[in-house]
Each structure stands twice: as structure tokens, then as C-alpha cells.
């Protein structure tokens, strides 16, 4: 069993940044691709970006090049840097595991 533990959000002016964390238990964490996702309220859940055990990054285009997905596999920790924040990235993050473990969220607000 994994637990995933999402921490980092919070209330961000546009323009701003937050960094969001996704702490694992379980060591089987560092061997697999971590995601993170998000939900806007009344949206569908999307896919945000993924990090492959090898460090492999993928970024869905509408925060390509605002934010950057990390990991630290001795911490059994995945990062999300998120910069340039829109309001439109408002939404509860996730991160979830290749198999399918997800964390309970963390909410993140782009407001003046």
C-alpha cells in the first residue's frame, strides 16, 4: 500500500508562484512514474505532468514552460513548481502513482 501526501497549496496572486509537494510512504514510490493533476470546480479532472523514474518530465501545454515537475527519490518526495500562475490554474491538485495510488489534494487559488 501506498499513501501520497499533497502539501504546498494555498492563495496566489497571477503571476505568483507556489510549490506543491507529494510526499510518498512506501518504497516501491521511487521506482515508478509520478503524475500530478488537477480539478477545476464543475471540470473534469486533467492530467498536469508526469515524471518517469528516470527523470523523464511531460507537461501538458497549458503549463508547459510555467511549471516544472521534480522529483527526489531519497525522500520519496514529488515536487511542482508552478510559476506565472494564471487563474485558470485554480483547481484541487493531485498527485497519483503509475498504479493508480492517489493523494487526497491540495487546493491551490490564482486571485487578486
Known amino acids: 500500500q501506498v499513501q501520497l501526501v499533497e502539501s504546498g497549496g494555498g492563495l496566489a496572486q497571477p503571476g505568483g508562484s507556489l510549490r506543491l509537494s507529494c510526499a510518498a510512504s512506501?518504497?516501491?514510490?521511487?521506482?515508478?512514474?509520478v503524475g500530478w493533476h488537477r480539478q477545476a470546480p464543475g471540470m473534469q479532472r486533467e492530467w498536469v505532468a508526469s515524471?518517469?523514474?528516470?527523470?523523464?518530465?511531460f507537461y501538458g501545454d497549458s503549463v508547459k514552460g510555467r511549471f516544472t515537475i521534480s522529483r527526489d527519490n531519497a525522500k520519496n518526495t514529488v515536487y511542482l513548481q508552478m510559476n506565472s500562475l494564471k487563474p485558470e490554474d485554480t483547481g484541487v491538485y493531485y498527485c497519483?502513482?503509475?498504479?493508480?495510488?492517489w493523494g487526497q489534494g491540495t487546493q491551490v487559488t490564482v486571485s487578486s
Open positions: 497519483k502513482t503509475s498504479e493508480n495510488y
Open positions: 512506501g518504497s516501491i514510490f521511487r521506482l515508478n512514474t
Open positions: 515524471i518517469t523514474r528516470g527523470r523523464t518530465t
